[in-house]
């Protein structure tokens, strides 16, 4: 049953999930990002934003395009703990989980490069800054479907786990589709400047924000307390 | 299924709160923007296709009831009647998405899209996601035809056996759990919907 050190592993990965969305959440707030720079901001109130945070747009690009490795940590915990269901549907999904959890994670590499880039330099000409800066948030914001997919498809295995101990409670497999329904307004984020569908909108920002860390810590947690309890 | 108990599953219980504290918000938000600019809004309003969406409005509403008929068949081990059903809810989901879809196409042809002005923006948003959430139903109505199919054989080779009981109500219950956590998403889709239809087609 018990795996020793590999179970206490598999634990840690766990909860490097939790320990991302948190870090997410300060150097956002940090980088001067919470709340979210709007898209009708001007070019001249841009240069200034970048101007005031330049020290903590650096610090936080640097750190989250890292940092985000630790959400694959996290995908790998849950697509072992699926599998360890040894339910030849849950180990298809836990495939499928663990590609889009890949794509999840590593696609915040992106917007964070832009973001630096836009802070490097500071004799930067206004227009350029304002297209930096729309490239790093229509990228944050915009390729969600994989996140989408990847509670979907958790959602989907812990209601498939027919075990009389599965590994995660039933709830978790709704929550994982609720967040996955909060996260879809982001993909249309380029056909508004303005409004809750906006980049900075409550439908686009704050709801996803919100259920994405919910996500990570709550599936975080009861993945570690799965670890070990129904293995085997 | 008598008493207090909810019907279906307690988790889809939980989900349907979550997604009317959404939706609740949608509605907030809509009205909030509404006020402001209240012609703009009914102006637009009547670019939509009313007729239209209130044939799709009896379309769900009855595909809901034949949901209930269907789960009061299953209960009382009507299969054959309690598919029946199931399949005439299925076809009026279908025929739901092909109106809506056909209202798109021609909003669309005459000119109207996601950025026309705010009313459409929250028209094409909101009906969206209701529309995702059509799909999903119809994909667990048909993953419900599906279970109570392989329950039916299970059931025919079990009556050879003649000793599969306990067995048998066990699966019939499990089905019957199955049916009634679907049709409480179905109608919470039901219900979304008639909101979604008074805000946006009716109100003045």
């Given at each position: 049953m018990s795996n020793g050190v590999g179970d206490t592993l598999l634990r840690i990965f766990a909860l490097a999930g939790p320990l991302f969305a948190v870090l997410l959440v300060v150097l956002f707030w940090g980088m001067g990002f919470l709340p979210p720079l709007a898209p009708t901001l001007s070019a001249e109130a841009l240069v200034d934003h970048y101007a005031q945070h330049r020290t903590g747009i650096r610090l936080g690009a640097t750190a989250i395009m890292q940092l985000c490795m630790l959400g694959l940590l996290w995908t790998v915990a849950i697509g072992e703990v699926l599998e360890r269901a040894g339910r030849p549907a849950l180990r298809q999904l836990a495939a499928a989980q663990r590609l889009l959890g890949v794509v999840t994670y590593v696609v915040l590499i992106f917007p964070c490069i832009i973001w630096t880039v836009a802070a490097?330099?500071?004799?930067?000409d206004p227009q350029l800054l304002l297209l930096l800066n729309d490239l790093g948030w229509l990228g944050i914001v915009m390729p969600i479907l994989s996140a989408v997919l990847q509670a979907l498809v958790i959602g989907v295995a812990v209601l498939l786990?027919?075990?009389?101990?599965?590994?995660?409670?039933?709830w978790a497999g709704y929550l994982n589709f609720w967040c996955a329904l909060l996260f879809l307004?982001?993909?249309?984020?380029?056909?508004?400047?303005?409004?809750?569908?906006?980049?900075?909108g409550l439908f686009d920002f704050w709801l996803p924000v919100v259920a994405f860390v919910l996500w990570i810590c709550v599936v975080g947690a009861l993945t570690a307390r799965a670890v070990g309890r129904a293995g085997g | 299924m008598v008493g207090p108990q909810l019907p279906g599953e307690a988790g889809v219980w939980a989900f349907v709160l979550g997604d009317l504290v959404v939706f609740s918000l949608f509605f907030l938000t809509l009205l909030d923007y509404r006020s402001g600019q209240v012609e703009v809004f009914l102006q637009s309003q009547q670019s939509l296709h009313l007729g239209a969406a209130t044939f799709n409005t009896l379309l769900l509403l009855i595909s809901s009831a034949l949901l209930v008929l269907a789960i009061g068949d299953l209960a009382r081990a009507r299969t054959p009647s309690a598919r029946r059903w199931l399949r005439g809810a299925l076809l009026l989901g279908v025929a739901f998405v092909g109106i809506k879809i056909s209202e798109y196409v021609l909003l669309v042809r005459s000119g109207?899209?996601?950025?026309?002005?705010d009313f459409f923006m929250f028209y094409f948003m909101f009906t969206g996601i209701h529309l995702v959430h059509v799909l999903v139903g119809l994909i667990v109505l048909s993953l419900l035809d599906r279970r109570i199919s392989a329950q039916v054989r299970t059931a025919t080779s079990a009556a050879a056996a003649a000793s599969a009981t306990r067995g048998g109500s066990q699966s019939t219950a499990a089905v019957v759990t199955l049916a009634e956590t679907a049709g409480t998403y179905w109608h919470l889709v039901d219900l979304l919907w008639v909101f979604l239809f008074a805000l946006l087609y009716l109100l003045s």
């Open positions: 490097f330099r500071p004799e930067r786990d027919d075990r009389p101990r599965p590994a995660y409670p039933r307004p982001g993909a249309l984020a380029t056909f508004f400047k303005t409004g809750p569908f906006a980049w900075n | 109207y899209g996601l950025t026309t002005n």
